[in-house]
Each structure stands twice: as C-alpha cells, then as structure tokens.
C-alpha cells in the first residue's frame, strides 16, 4: 500500500548542496505514530542512518551530520525532503527514505534508493 520514492540530481559537485526529495503515495507522511527517515549508504559501507521527522514534524538528526543536514516537508504534496550542505565525495551513496512505525523496531517502508555521487 504505502510506496515511497527518491528523486533529485544524480550528480552534485563539492561544496554544493544535494537536494532529494521523497514522495510518498498511498499514505500520508502526516499518519499518526509514524517516523519518517533518511538513511544513506556509502558504497561498500552499510546503512547509515542520518536523520527523521515524526508524523507532528518533529526533526531528529545524526549527531554527526546535523551541521549539514536539514529535513523538511511539504503536507500538500505528500513529502519529505532532505538538504546536505558543502558535499564531499564522502557523501557520494545510495539515498533512501524509509518509514518507522511507533511501536515497532524495524523500517516497514523503504524508497527504491537513488544514487547520488558528489564529483567535479
């Protein structure tokens, strides 16, 4: 039922903003007991789980990246979006959004992932 999906630029050059966006059908990000997150995975490396909104809009950010990283969302258009400043190629991974659900220990819903490499 629920689906999400990445969209943004496949490319972004060092020390530019990457800009994704994750649109979710057949759901609402508003849902009651619901988190949203971004997780990223660098090549050869595992998930990394960068930060989320909760369905009040309530943000939670990786200690490490929440310098950079900024989530937001847009109610009328059913998404949630990611912003991570001054990119590095360490930031070049596969970008997903997944769902949590209130109760639960485990990401219900997942994004197909969209691969984002930071280049010159």
């Known amino acids: 039922q629920v689906q999400a999906q990445e969209s943004g630029p496949g490319l972004v050059k060092p020390s530019q903003t990457l800009s994704l966006t994750c649109t979710v059908s057949s759901g609402s990000i508003t849902a009651n007991n619901v988190y949203w997150n971004w997780i990223r995975q660098p090549p050869g490396k595992g998930l990394e789980w960068m930060g989320a909104m909760s369905h009040s809009g309530s943000t939670y950010y990786s200690p490490i990246l929440k310098s950079r990283t900024s989530i937001a969302r847009d109610t009328s258009k059913n998404q949630l979006t990611l912003q991570l400043t001054a990119v590095t190629p360490d930031d070049t991974a596969v970008y997903y959004c997944?769902?949590?659900?209130?109760?639960?220990?485990?990401?219900?819903?997942w994004g197909q992932g969209t691969q984002v490499t930071v280049s010159s």
């Open positions: 997944a769902r949590v659900s209130v109760g639960g220990s485990l990401f219900d819903v």
